[in-house]
């Protein structure tokens, strides 16, 4: 099936830096979604990415879709201890797909 | 309240018994989805259903079952055949089409002693 691949697997930031995820998928993607999931919640739907090359900002959060719509990144601008989570990906018309989610621990 | 509801949310049962898992949504969404999650894992696509009486097998179907005979439940059966049936399962549901968001369940934690 389709493969979609995020790095880093776990990242620990002290509150107030910069934190980046990015997404790689093995197929092109019609639409990209980025999802978070708190420690012991369920995933929450934060944005989708339609066009090649779209990005996309809320408040802190910067999405960015690629030109050949195979990969994305989420960056966060100066961590808060709010923003931890797992930050997944996903796509897919039928077969809805999530990547393999990137853990972010902020210390404060 | 719309929502997608998943229940119970604690299950334990014994080892070569037959579980169903429950998923209910009253979004009117056509498109339901199963995942299973792993400690530090990501989530893994198990069945998924377009339309009423029809679902389609994802990458880790063996061990389970599914039905779709309602458009608001998408039931899941873990089988004695699941051969590592602990883990947090997860419910979706969205319109189809794939160009619009998931609304999850809050999950049911299943542990099979």
């Known amino acids: 099936g389709q493969q979609v691949m995020q790095i880093p697997q776990y990242q620990h930031v002290q509150e107030g830096e910069d934190f980046t995820t990015y997404c790689n998928s093995s197929?092109?993607?019609?639409?990209i979604q980025w999802y978070k999931q708190r420690p012991g919640g369920h995933p929450v739907f934060l944005i989708q990415l339609v066009k090649s090359g779209e990005v996309k900002k809320q408040k802190r959060l910067t999405f960015q879709f690629g030109e050949a719509k195979k990969n994305s990144s989420l960056h966060i601008t100066a961590t808060q201890t709010t923003d931890v989570g797992t930050y997944f990906c996903a796509g897919g018309k039928n077969q809805f797909y999530f990547g393999t989610g990137t853990s972010l621990t902020v210390i404060p | 309240d719309g929502g997608i509801t998943q229940s119970p949310k604690y299950l334990f049962r014994k080892e070569g018994q037959n579980v169903t898992l429950s998923c209910e949504q009253n979004?009117?969404?056509?498109?339901m989805y199963w995942y299973r999650q792993d400690p530090g894992q990501g989530l893994r696509l198990i069945y998924y259903?377009?339309?009423?009486?029809?679902?389609q097998k994802g990458d880790i179907a063996e061990g389970y079952s599914v039905s779709r005979e309602k458009k608001e439940s998408f039931p899941l059966t873990v089988t004695s055949a699941q051969k590592n049936p602990t883990a947090f399962y997860l419910c979706?549901?969205?319109?189809?089409?794939?160009?619009?968001?998931?609304?999850f369940g809050q999950g049911t934690r299943l542990t099979v002693v």
């Open positions: 979706a549901s969205r319109e189809r089409g794939g160009n619009t968001e998931a609304f």
């Open positions: 979004l009117n969404h056509d498109a």
């Open positions: 197929t092109t993607l019609s639409n």
């Open positions: 259903s377009q339309i009423v009486n029809d679902f």
